[in-house]
């Protein structure tokens, strides 16, 4: 069975002349397995900044939902870190998250 694939596609931004925008997000190595053994998000890697926008595409099934249910707390991901960086310079990981943002 071919596996789905799940794409992440960034704006270019800030542009030429524009400050540095700080991190908020950093996703590494994120993976996502059901009690199945199946394996629906690997390794996913990313970098999410102020002001940026960020589009998940993919085909049905391939991990869309799943990805941002894991980003927002609502189910746990199986291995990788997710970072939350704030403005005051606190950083947070993904465990500690629910209820904070």
């Not at 596996?3 to 997000?25: D, I, M, R, S, W």
């Not at 894991?70 to 629910?98: F, K, M, R, W």
Request: hydrophobic letters at 40%.
């Amino acid at each position: 069975m071919a596996q789905a694939q799940l794409k992440l596609a960034q704006a270019e931004y800030p542009q030429a002349g524009t400050q540095h925008l700080n991190k908020v997000l950093d996703v590494k190595g994120l993976v996502k397995s059901y009690k199945s053994g199946q394996r629906v998000l690997d390794d996913i890697n990313f970098d999410l900044h102020a002001g940026e926008f960020v589009a998940v595409i993919g085909r049905s099934g391939a991990g869309k939902s799943t990805l941002l249910h894991v980003l927002n707390g609502t189910i746990p991901l199986t291995d990788g870190s997710v970072v939350c960086h704030y403005e005051n310079g606190e950083q947070q990981e993904l465990a500690g998250l629910t209820g904070k943002a």
